[in-house]
């Protein structure tokens, strides 16, 4: 691998395909030198060097192609700061051996590019789902002993089941997802609830919970659990002008901080790709001024709230993990080219 990122180090600076007007400013107080440590990501080393991280593809001199499907680096690696030609480099050095242990340990898993368990649930539970989700999706019909919610070690009886599958997640009947711009409807949403195993087959067939998150109980739905996805992050600034609004904060809840998951309502029909970085903008209020029986209406400028980071795309919306945020990023909030 190291062979592989010096031959990227010595290409041309014209050949990183998403290269910016400006170089990547230099963090004030940037080290000259981060030795790799086991949960260190890409984005958070970058962090130690660059005063906006997720430009860290660049610095690294990775193609488009590259940048797509990044060379990690491993703990005990040395990551280094150097000049070239005014613009800033990092450059992987020969490994340190930290303890025997953690060393043959770490070497196994390269380092993730963005923080893995904040989106880890978004990966294997699919969230947005079809229209027709509520209709075809096997439902919960029955409880062991007509109990209103069902908790880990209970038994649920479902129809519909068709696959022979041994693990199932459990959902709420979707709710639709309307643009907070046109109020049209743009997507549908299942909220997830738990994991159930396959007992016995049959109309209903029988399962029993393995857990739950929330209370399960009769109308909800099942989808056959899948293995998690694997997809090399890469960050990077889209090459469209790309511009929306914040449709939804993943949760619940009103607001959203640093490492919590964001809907947007742009997906791949607009143009927006996994690994797509966007800032977040508080829209900028109107403002009325009354003097000598004259109003005077201005428009304030938006304040930047944060960076969010796409990793999971569909047709018309996408879902984002806030990577920085200087103030809650709410529903309506706009997103825009960083």
């Known amino acids: 691998m190291r062979k592989i990122i010096c031959s990227l180090l010595v290409a041309l600076s014209s050949a990183t395909a998403f290269a910016q007007s400006a170089p990547p400013a230099i963090a004030g107080n940037a080290p000259d030198r981060h030795v ?62 930290l303890s025997p242990q953690t060393y043959e340990e770490a070497v196994k898993e390269p380092i993730a590019s963005i923080p893995h368990k904040a989106i880890e649930p978004f990966l294997t539970k699919p969230i947005a789902v079809e229209a027709g989700f509520n209709e075809t999706a096997p439902r919960i019909v029955g409880t062991e002993e007509g109990r209103v919610y069902l908790s880990a070690g209970d038994t649920a009886y479902v129809s519909g089941v068709t696959e022979n599958k041994p693990l199932w997640h459990v959902y709420r009947p979707a709710a639709p997802i309307r643009d907070p711009e046109t109020k049209q409807v743009i997507g549908y949403e299942a909220e997830y609830l738990g994991d159930v195993k396959l007992v016995r087959e049959g109309e209903p067939a029988t399962f029993q919970i393995v857990s739950a998150q929330f209370e399960i109980g009769k109308g909800d739905r099942l989808v056959p659990a899948r293995l998690p996805e694997v997809v090399a992050y890469a960050p990077r600034a889209p090459e469209q002008d790309i511009q929306g609004s914040v449709a939804r904060i993943v949760g619940g809840v009103a607001s959203s901080g640093r490492h919590n998951v964001v809907l947007l309502n742009r997906g791949a029909n607009d143009g927006v790709e996994i690994g797509h970085v966007f800032a977040a903008y508080l829209a900028g209020s109107k403002v009325d001024i009354r003097q000598d029986q004259k109003i005077d209406t201005y428009q304030l400028p938006d304040e930047r709230s944060g960076l969010v980071f796409v990793f999971r795309v569909y047709d018309n919306i996408s879902y984002a993990l806030v990577m920085d945020a200087k103030r809650p990023i709410t529903v309506g909030d706009r997103f825009r080219k960083p």
């Open 36 to 97: 790799v440590k086991p949960g260190d990501t890409l984005w958070g080393i970058a962090g130690l060097f660059l005063k906006e991280p997720w430009r860290w593809p660049e610095v690294w001199r990775l193609n488009r192609e590259q940048i797509r499907n990044p060379h990690l680096i491993y703990p005990g690696q040395i990551v280094y700061l150097d000049d070239f030609g005014g613009s800033p480099r990092l450059r992987v050095g020969q490994p340190v051996k």
